[in-house]
């Protein structure tokens, strides 16, 4: 005798779905812009420059975050609410000092001769800062949904526990730390 649930296809959630498109996506955008840095790094003016090293801190940074993020995941699951909470508000936090770090970063390479955008840029620094801006964007956009699954934990009317929306963040923000490390990886080899 076959049971009916061994028939059944298994189904991803239509949030979980969403986000896997639109990871596929952020991939694409990417890919391309690494693509063009490679072509474009072949052709005239293109000025050599050394990454800030508080990069490699950022990026150290960004994998404590994911780290975070997991456990914080972890907690939520076995519904230990208040570390949860704590660990959510650190990766938080973690997310904002990546930011902060990237800025420190690009004030750096300011400071030291490297114009980064309008008349007199170097290419290099161009497509630097445009590509790593634009992770810095999503970087943020996850700390915004950190946050909203962070006010969700602390509002008294809200006790679900639910884990779609939480495992959805949990696997946007691995996505933008591994993204990170990718871009990471490419720009000191490529350097």
Not at 155 to 166: E, G, L, N, Q
Request: charged share 10%.
């Amino acid at each position: 005798m076959t049971t009916v649930s061994s028939n059944q296809r298994s189904r991803i959630h239509p949030h979980k779905f969403t986000l896997w498109v639109a990871m596929g996506s952020i991939v694409m955008m990417f890919a391309g812009l690494t693509s063009a840095y490679i072509v474009r790094s072949n052709q005239v003016n293109w000025l050599e420059f050394s990454l800030p090293v508080i990069f490699w801190y950022s990026t150290a940074v960004i994998i404590l975050s994911s780290i975070t993020m997991h456990l914080s995941v972890k907690a939520f699951k076995a519904r230990e609410m208040q570390r949860y909470r704590r660990l959510i508000t650190i990766t938080a936090i973690l997310g904002v000092t990546f930011g902060v770090l990237q800025f420190i970063g690009f004030q750096y390479l300011g400071n030291h001769g490297v114009q980064l955008i309008g008349q007199g840029s170097n290419p290099a620094a161009s497509f630097l800062a445009i590509i790593t801006g634009l992770h810095v964007l999503h970087v943020l956009g996850g700390v915004v949904a950190i946050l909203v699954i962070f006010f969700r934990a602390f509002s008294a009317r809200f006790k679900s526990y639910d884990t779609v929306p939480v495992e959805v963040v949990s696997t946007y923000w691995h996505f933008v730390d591994i993204l990170w490390i990718y871009l990471f990886v490419f720009f000191s080899l490529t350097h």
